[in-house]
Nanobody, 123 residues
Framework: QVALVESGGGLVQAGGSLRLSCAASGLPFSSYGMGWFGQAPGKGRELVAAITSGGITNYADSVKGRFTISRDNAKNTVYLQMNSLKPEDTAVYHC????WGLGASSPREYDYWGQGTQVTVSS
């Protein structure tokens, strides 16, 4: 049974940092692409960052230079380091796995999803 469990969300002031983690189980993690998607109230899930099975990264324009996605295959975990946070980053952040390993931009390309972790940035 596949499980993706996010952690690390919380309330932070603008300009602050958070590190999100997503622990995966039940799948061959190293061969999967992984993505982080943000969902603000009343909106759909949008790509924040993705990483291929080979470690190539892709970011939304709005987070380039502020966020960093990484993975530790030995720990079956993907991370999202979030720096210089802005109020508009406020969302529920979900991690997702992509069996093609491509780290796609569209949420439709992802097979499994975590429950999400809330990130709230105050001004």
């Amino acid at each position: 049974q596949v499980a993706l469990v996010e952690s690390g969300g919380g309330l932070v002031q603008a300009g602050g940092s958070l590190r999100l983690s997503c622990a995966a189980s039940g799948l061959p993690f190293s061969s999967y692409g992984m993505g982080w998607f943000g969902q603000a109230p009343g909106k759909g899930r949008e790509l924040v960052a993705a990483i291929t099975s080979g470690g190539i990264t892709n970011y939304a324009d709005s987070v380039k230079g502020r966020f960093t996605i990484s993975r530790d295959n030995a720990k079956n975990t993907v991370y999202l380091q979030m720096n210089s946070l802005k109020p508009e980053d406020t969302a529920v952040y979900h991690c997702a796995s992509d069996h093609w390993g491509l780290g796609a931009s569209s949420p439709r390309e992802y097979d499994y999803w975590g429950q999400g972790t809330q990130v709230t940035v105050s001004s």
